[in-house]
């Protein structure tokens, strides 16, 4: 049984392996698109801290007669694909900074429990030197951890507050007042323009009424020798009685 849970651990130690491979190329990137002068500092130190990790674990390798080969793996994977994913989605600024600040942590927190299973699992089969190296590696990722907790909640997420707060509002505010102060003055001017015509039209509509009225009078008094379609009629029906 003793060799089973040895071989466990140097599968735990091959995963580590793959897992901090990972998390340099991953940070590596991440400093690259930090823009707190802070973060960038913590990122590049840990990834010193992370090529020494590396060099630890070959080290153990060898001690135990063993070489990491390609083991992949998959934990560390998912984490980077969307520590990438997540930062795609923001452009450079502190918001940014807090999403790279939040995928850090979630590495470090994998490792710390990986390395903390390692440290248990060497110790049960009294490998003395190899769990003191593991728990170097773990002390430095807790360190890791905590300081990138605090700069989250000391500067970036007091960073990305302000942001927020100083940019947007002040748009708003100087956006709506023009434009409501705008809209008002073009409709005050189209009632205005719309009001002239309209009090010229009954002016113009006198004349109007009047040639009407004029020409029916005219139209109703027949010329001399000439009856009206209406009253010739009627009027030469009693003449022609008379007359017989």
Not at 42 to 64: C, P, S, V, Y
Not at 166 to 189: F, G, T, V
Not at 195 to 210: E, I, L, Q
């Amino acid at each position: 049984m003793e060799d089973d849970v040895e071989k466990l651990l140097i599968e735990q130690l091959k995963d580590a392996f793959s897992a901090e491979k990972q998390a340099l190329r991953c940070m590596q990137q991440s400093a690259r698109m930090a823009s707190s002068p802070l973060l960038k500092m913590a990122i590049e130190t840990h990834i010193e801290e992370t090529k020494d990790q590396i060099g630890r674990l070959d080290e153990i390798f060898q001690a135990m007669n063993t070489k990491p080969g390609r083991k992949l793996c998959l934990a560390m994977k998912g984490l980077v694909d969307e520590a990438a994913a997540e930062a795609g989605e923001h452009e450079s600024g502190p918001v940014l900074d807090l999403v790279i600040t939040a995928s850090m942590q979630r590495i470090e927190h994998y490792e710390i429990s990986a390395y903390g299973t390692m440290v248990m699992t060497a110790e049960a089969l009294e490998l003395q030197p190899v769990t003191k190296v593991l728990q170097q590696t773990l002390a430095e990722e807790q360190q890791t951890e905590a300081k990138l907790a605090q700069m989250a909640k000391t500067e970036l997420m007091t960073s990305a507050l302000e942001d927020d707060g100083e940019e947007d509002p002040d748009q708003s505010s100087s956006s709506r007042p023009a434009s409501s102060k705008r809209a008002p003055s073009k409709a005050r001017s189209a009632k205005q323009s719309a009001a002239k015509p309209s009090a010229a039209k009954p002016s113009s509509a006198k004349p109007s009424s009047a040639k009407p009225s004029s020409a029916k009078s005219a139209s109703a008094t027949p010329a001399p020798g000439k009856p009206g379609p209406k009253t010739g009629s009627s009027s030469s029906r009693p003449a022609a009685r008379r007359a017989r």
